[in-house]
Nanobody, 123 residues
Framework: QVQLIESGGGLVQTGGSLRLSCAAS????????MGWFRQAPGKERQFVCA???????YYTDSVKGRFTVSGTMTRDTVWLQMDNLKPEDTAVYYC?????????????????WGRGTQVTVAS
């Protein structure tokens, strides 16, 4: 059974940092793209960043220079380092993985999802 389990969320002040982790199990993810999405109350799920099987990364404009995605070679663990956090970063953050090596920015591109971890940035 495939599982993606996020951890590391919490409450932080504006300008602070958090490091999210995603533990992936149940299949081999070394050829998968691993993505992070977020969803704020009343809003659609939004792409944050992704890490391809080859190590390429892609970030949405609003987090460039502040967030960094990384992972182990096997992609059994993926991290999202979030620095200089802003109140608008407040959301539930989800880890996602593709079944194949396709690298995408839409939620529909991803086949496996975690349950999410809450990130709250206080102003």
């Amino acid at each position: 059974q495939v599982q993606l389990i996020e951890s590391g969320g919490g409450l932080v002040q504006t300008g602070g940092s958090l490091r999210l982790s995603c533990a992936a199990s149940g299949r081999t993810f070394s050829s998968s793209a691993m993505g992070w999405f977020r969803q704020a109350p009343g809003k659609e799920r939004q792409f944050v960043c992704a890490l391809s099987w080859s190590g390429s990364t892609y970030y949405t404009d609003s987090v460039k220079g502040r967030f960094t995605v990384s992972g182990t070679m096997t992609r059994d663990t993926v991290w999202l380092q979030m620095d200089n956090l802003k109140p608008e970063d407040t959301a539930v953050y989800y880890c996602a993985a593709t079944a194949e090596s396709f690298f995408g920015t839409r939620a529909t591109h991803y086949d496996y999802w975690g349950r999410g971890t809450q990130v709250t940035v206080a102003s």
